[in-house]
């Protein structure tokens, strides 16, 4: 059972940057690969990045260059540091285990001036 806690999210200009914390319940977290996504309003939920359990990062390109993903295996936790952000990053931010149906609640994130 994976339990998944997001935070960090918030109201942010365009062109600034946000740093997205996940803290996870698991038992196995370091085996894991660990993704971030997001659902913006009438859209369907989208991947922003990844990370295997050997360390590596995937990006789409819609975030490729302006977001990193990070873990820290003591603390069970995952982050996603966001830059140069635009209104389209707007949305509810999700982390989760890749390839699994198992959500937190989110954390919104708005870009606007």
């Known amino acids: 059972q994976v339990h998944l806690v997001e935070s960090g999210g918030g109201l942010v200009q365009p062109g600034g940057s946000l740093i997205l914390t996940c803290t996870v319940s698991?038992?196995?977290?370091?085996?894991?690969?660990w993704a971030w996504y997001r659902q913006a309003p009438g859209k369907r939920r989208e991947l922003v990045a990844r990370?295997?359990?050997?360390?590596?990062?995937y990006y789409p390109e819609s975030t490729e260059g302006r977001f990193d993903i990070a873990r820290n295996i003591t603390k069970k936790t995952v982050y996603l540091r966001m830059s140069n952000l635009e209104p389209e990053d707007t949305g509810l931010y999700y982390c989760?285990?890749?390839?699994?149906?198992?959500w937190g609640q989110g954390t919104q994130v708005t870009v606007s001036s």
């Open positions: 989760s285990r890749y390839g699994s149906n198992v």
């Open positions: 698991t038992n196995n977290f370091a085996d894991s690969t």
């Open positions: 990370i295997n359990h050997w360390g590596n990062k």
